[in-house]
């Protein structure tokens, strides 16, 4: 049975406050998803997002700052570009692309961080089978 | 690097071990790579479980510690400190999430919630095996402060900040300072006008060399952070700029205005309670209320008014908290002129909190009569001429409805939020689904953001009374003195860092940093990227700009992220 692994990449400021009120909320989303935290997403390296799925995960999932990001005003064309170069590095590595996707989260964004999760989860799913 | 690591797993008494089984989770992770003890408590926040471990740290000599408890927004600071205490350095500690972002998320499925729980420890401890010591950058702080919005909540917090010895700068968007309290009528429970109030906090405010007011005023721009933010103001139509340590929003709240036709609004003798505490102020005559030149002899109230509207579409969802209280106060302001009166209240609930029970018994007393509906049977009103129908089903006594007519109907409106778009563009303050600001924790934090710097208070962040308001507007003063008279706050020392042999001098990180952090240096053989370490805000929007991976943010550096990522996957590959 595929169960896909998803790492998430969340913000300090931002999205993990809207991935806690999810949780706190008692949002079922699927436990295979793992979180690590940085400062902004537009500081997240390709090169992790390649070794995040060249090591077993089956996607990586961006939550993003989006425009609440409190430290750079061009954070979500910076991480979008981070997310189309990290997608080009997959390419490259005979990987899908699809394997990654972005959203941004808000600090009070829970619902759409679970209905995004569970979309790409199911997404990630089919794309396994 | 810490090879001797302590690592905690919290039960937070139930909340976490409920749904993860914490015991499996300590006994799983004892053996990892670096790990010399690991022990579960029952509260690890508790002032016995810390001292606890602050002795474990010391007599095992642990040179890194993981805790696997709750959401890093509550106690990372709370933990770092222990740390500090026990004499280990507080960037050689992970705090690992396993309540929000596991247990209270997996709540059907025990053991993959285990089993996520164990990997995001096993990630926390990859993290603090590869971190490295850090200490904190000092800055110095301005000891002045801005507050935006001049009602009750921001004149009081400038009175407190004056007393502290911290210049205030208060900015009001109106012409004049007073905010709701001058338009509010009397007010409960010192039966003064709201303006009298407002008069004599401006009578104390003149007084005072360390308070100025701008009216007409906003803020336009603002830059820099925590403890020496530049702030442009416009007050009519002078431009200046004020250096402050912090910012306090004390933005106030609208009345709720009702939609066209909603409970019979846009009838003369529909009204709302703002509006009938207004006419009850003015009316001089005793023995008979006067509206629109006739007598009013029957009054009926329906409450909750553009608030908990739970089945409406983006409506408002919270209670707001003060009308309860406002109209039976008001009600008995208006038996005070006549107690002939017939009034009548259709509530939802009745929620006059704390002593402002008082003042629903007495209504009992003094002959007003309540009647109970339900959100999906709202009372019907219709009128003929001056004389409104109201038709109700009082769940509690009948099932017929009952006919109420009278001259006057006070829709007993709440409190909205005020939309400062502008505000809220320049100073990114999170906000809530009821559109009010967000604090970063209700209880343990409730005036302070997820901005350094910026707190909130008064009804800015939610409906409250005014002793509410003010309460919060003294809890923002005293945090903003905590924060400035010492004269300088620690930055976080996570910020980028060249790793020198790594650079090439490409310069293509030239541009990466807007606050232009980044210059380049000549070093015995090359020239390489420098960071300016009191700008730099440890975004890390450089990082992904260097091809040589020669840029990192501390605590976040490339060998602990992707040790975090390989720990994550250890099971994957064990089976």
Same mark, same amino acid.
């Given at each position: 049975?595929?169960?896909?692994?998803?790492?998430?990449?969340?913000?300090?400021?931002?999205?993990?406050?809207?991935?806690?009120?999810?949780?706190?909320?008692?949002?079922?989303?699927?436990?295979?998803?793992?979180?690590?935290?940085?400062?902004? =997403?537009?500081?997240?390296?390709?090169?992790?997002?390649?070794?995040?799925?060249?090591?077993?995960?089956?996607?990586?999932?961006?939550?993003?700052?989006?425009?609440?990001?409190?430290?750079?005003?061009?954070?979500?064309?910076?991480?979008?570009?981070?997310?189309?170069? =990290?997608?080009?590095?997959?390419?490259?590595?005979?990987?899908?692309?699809?394997?990654?996707?972005?959203?941004?989260?808000?600090?009070?964004?829970?619902?759409?961080?679970?209905?995004?999760?569970?979309?790409?989860?199911?997404?990630?799913?089919?794309?396994?089978? | 690097?810490?090879?001797?690591?302590?690592?905690?797993?919290?039960?937070?008494?139930?909340?976490?071990?409920?749904?993860?089984?914490?015991?499996?989770?300590?006994?799983?992770?004892?053996?990892?790579?670096?790990?010399?003890?690991?022990?579960?408590?029952?509260?690890?926040?508790?002032?016995?479980?810390?001292?606890?471990?602050?002795?474990?740290?010391?007599?095992?000599?642990?040179?890194?510690?993981?805790?696997?408890?709750?959401?890093?927004?509550?106690?990372?600071?709370?933990?770092? *400190?222990?740390?500090?205490? #026990?004499?280990?350095?507080?960037?050689?500690?992970?705090?690992?999430?396993?309540?929000?972002?596991?247990?209270?998320?997996?709540?059907?499925?025990?053991?993959?919630?285990?089993?996520?729980?164990?990997?995001?420890?096993?990630?926390?401890?990859?993290?603090?095996?590869?971190?490295?010591?850090?200490?904190?950058?000092?800055?110095?702080?301005?000891?002045?402060?801005?507050?935006?919005?001049?009602?009750?909540?921001?004149?009081?917090?400038?009175?407190?900040?004056?007393?502290?010895?911290?210049?205030?700068?208060?900015?009001?968007?109106?012409?004049?300072?007073?905010?709701?309290?001058?338009?509010?009528?009397?007010?409960?429970?010192?039966?003064?006008?709201?303006?009298?109030?407002?008069?004599?906090?401006?009578?104390?405010?003149?007084?005072?060399? /360390?308070?100025?007011?701008?009216?007409?005023?906003?803020?336009?721009?603002?830059?820099?952070?925590?403890?020496?933010?530049?702030?442009?103001?416009?007050?009519? *139509?002078? &431009?200046?700029?004020? /250096?402050?340590?912090?910012?306090?929003?004390?933005?106030?709240?609208?009345?709720?205005?009702?939609?066209?036709?909603?409970?019979?609004?846009?009838?003369?003798?529909?009204?709302?309670?703002?509006?009938?505490?207004?006419?009850?102020?003015?009316?001089?005559?005793?023995?008979?209320?006067?509206?629109?030149?006739?007598?009013?002899?029957?009054?009926?109230?329906?409450?909750?008014?553009?608030?908990?509207?739970?089945?409406?579409?983006?409506?408002?969802?919270?209670?707001?908290?003060?009308?309860?209280?406002? #109209?039976?106060?008001?009600?008995?302001? #208006?038996?005070?002129?006549?107690?002939?009166?017939?009034?009548?209240?259709?509530?939802?609930?009745?929620?006059?909190?704390? &002593?402002?029970?008082?003042?629903?018994?007495?209504?009992?007393?003094?002959?007003?009569?309540?009647?109970?509906?339900?959100?999906?049977?709202?009372?019907?009103?219709?009128?003929?001429?001056?004389?409104?129908? !109201?038709?109700?089903?009082?769940?509690?006594?009948?099932?017929?409805? +009952?006919? $109420?007519?009278?001259?006057?109907?006070?829709?007993?409106?709440?409190?909205?939020?005020?939309?400062?778009?502008?505000?809220?563009?320049?100073? &990114?303050?999170?906000?809530?689904?009821?559109?009010?600001?967000?604090?970063?924790?209700?209880?343990?934090?409730?005036?302070?953001?997820? +901005?350094?710097?910026?707190?909130?208070?008064?009804?800015?962040?939610?409906?409250?009374? $005014?002793?509410?308001?003010?309460?919060?507007?003294?809890?923002?003063?005293?945090?903003?003195?905590?924060?400035? $008279?010492?004269?300088?706050?620690?930055?976080?020392?996570?910020?980028?860092?060249?790793?020198?042999?790594?650079?090439?001098?490409?310069?293509?990180?030239?541009?990466?940093?807007?606050?232009?952090? $980044?210059?380049?240096?000549?070093?015995?053989?090359?020239?390489?990227?420098?960071?300016?370490?009191? !700008?730099?805000?440890?975004?890390?929007?450089?990082?992904?700009?260097?091809?040589?991976?020669?840029?990192?943010?501390?605590?976040?550096?490339?060998?602990?992220?992707?040790?975090?990522?390989?720990?994550?996957?250890?099971?994957?590959?064990?089976?």
């Amino acid at each position: 049975m595929s169960n896909p692994k998803i790492l998430v990449f969340s913000t300090n400021n931002i999205s993990d406050p809207g991935i806690d009120l999810a949780g706190a909320s008692h949002m079922d989303y699927p436990e295979s998803v793992k979180i690590i935290t940085v400062p902004c =997403s537009s500081g997240i390296s390709p090169k992790w997002i390649l070794n995040a799925i060249k090591g077993g995960f089956d996607g990586v999932f961006v939550a993003a700052d989006g425009t609440d990001c409190p430290y750079l005003t061009d954070c979500t064309d910076r991480t979008a570009k981070i997310v189309e170069k =990290s997608q080009e590095l997959l390419t490259t590595n005979n990987l899908d692309p699809r394997r990654i996707k972005m959203a941004a989260i808000c600090s009070v964004c829970a619902e759409s961080f679970a209905s995004h999760i569970k979309k790409f989860y199911k997404a990630l799913s089919e794309l396994n089978n | 690097m810490s090879d001797k690591i302590g690592v905690f797993v919290c039960y937070c008494g139930g909340n976490i071990s409920d749904f993860v089984d914490v015991e499996k989770v300590k006994d799983t992770i004892s053996g990892e790579e670096g790990v010399a003890f690991a022990k579960t408590n029952m509260f690890t926040c508790s002032d016995s479980a810390q001292t606890e471990m602050i002795n474990a740290i010391k007599e095992k000599n642990l040179d890194g510690i993981v805790i696997a408890s709750c959401s890093p927004k509550l106690h990372l600071k709370t933990f770092q *400190n222990m740390a500090q205490r #026990a004499g280990l350095n507080p960037y050689q500690y992970t705090q690992v999430n396993i309540r929000e972002q596991c247990s209270w998320a997996h709540t059907h499925n025990k053991e993959a919630a285990t089993e996520k729980a164990i990997d995001l420890v096993r990630a926390g401890i990859a993290k603090t095996r590869n971190s490295i010591p850090l200490n904190p950058l000092r800055v110095n702080t301005v000891n002045q402060a801005l507050i935006i919005g001049g009602g009750i909540s921001g004149l009081r917090c400038a009175l407190a900040l004056s007393e502290m010895g911290i210049f205030a700068h208060v900015v009001e968007k109106e012409s004049k300072i007073g905010g709701n309290l001058n338009d509010i009528g009397i007010i409960f429970p010192d039966h003064k006008n709201g303006y009298e109030l407002i008069e004599e906090l401006e009578k104390d405010i003149k007084k005072r060399a /360390n308070i100025n007011i701008y009216t007409n005023a906003k803020l336009i721009k603002k830059q820099g952070s925590v403890g020496n933010f530049e702030c442009d103001i416009v007050s009519g *139509n002078e &431009k200046l700029t004020l /250096n402050v340590g912090s910012i306090i929003l004390t933005t106030g709240f609208k009345p709720y205005t009702p939609e066209p036709n909603e409970l019979g609004y846009g009838h003369p003798n529909v009204i709302t309670l703002v509006d009938f505490k207004k006419l009850l102020s003015n009316n001089s005559k005793k023995g008979e209320l006067i509206f629109n030149g006739q007598r009013v002899r029957e009054i009926t109230y329906v409450y909750c008014v553009g608030s908990r509207e739970s089945t409406k579409e983006d409506g408002n969802k919270y209670c707001s908290r003060y009308c309860c209280s406002a #109209a039976n106060y008001t009600s008995l302001l #208006a038996f005070d002129i006549d107690p002939k009166l017939k009034q009548y209240h259709i509530y939802r609930d009745i929620r006059t909190y704390g &002593k402002y029970e008082e003042y629903y018994e007495e209504n009992l007393r003094r002959g007003a009569l309540f009647f109970k509906y339900d959100e999906e049977n709202p009372p019907d009103i219709s009128s003929k001429g001056e004389r409104i129908k !109201i038709l109700v089903k009082d769940r509690l006594i009948a099932k017929d409805d +009952i006919l $109420i007519p009278c001259d006057l109907l006070v829709l007993v409106n709440g409190m909205v939020a005020n939309e400062n778009a502008e505000l809220n563009n320049i100073l &990114k303050t999170p906000i809530g689904k009821d559109k009010f600001y967000n604090e970063i924790h209700p209880k343990l934090r409730p005036v302070e953001t997820v +901005i350094d710097g910026i707190f909130i208070a008064g009804t800015s962040q939610g409906p409250k009374n $005014i002793s509410e308001s003010v309460t919060s507007s003294m809890a923002a003063a005293s945090k903003t003195a905590s924060l400035l $008279i010492k004269g300088y706050v620690n930055i976080e020392p996570t910020i980028a860092h060249v790793i020198e042999e790594k650079c090439t001098g490409c310069k293509l990180c030239e541009h990466s940093c807007p606050y232009e952090a $980044i210059s380049f240096v000549n070093k015995t053989d090359k020239v390489i990227a420098d960071i300016n370490p009191a !700008i730099c805000k440890g975004c890390g929007g450089c990082v992904p700009d260097c091809p040589e991976d020669a840029l990192e943010v501390l605590g976040y550096t490339h060998s602990q992220i992707n040790s975090m990522i390989d720990s994550m996957l250890l099971e994957a590959k064990e089976c």
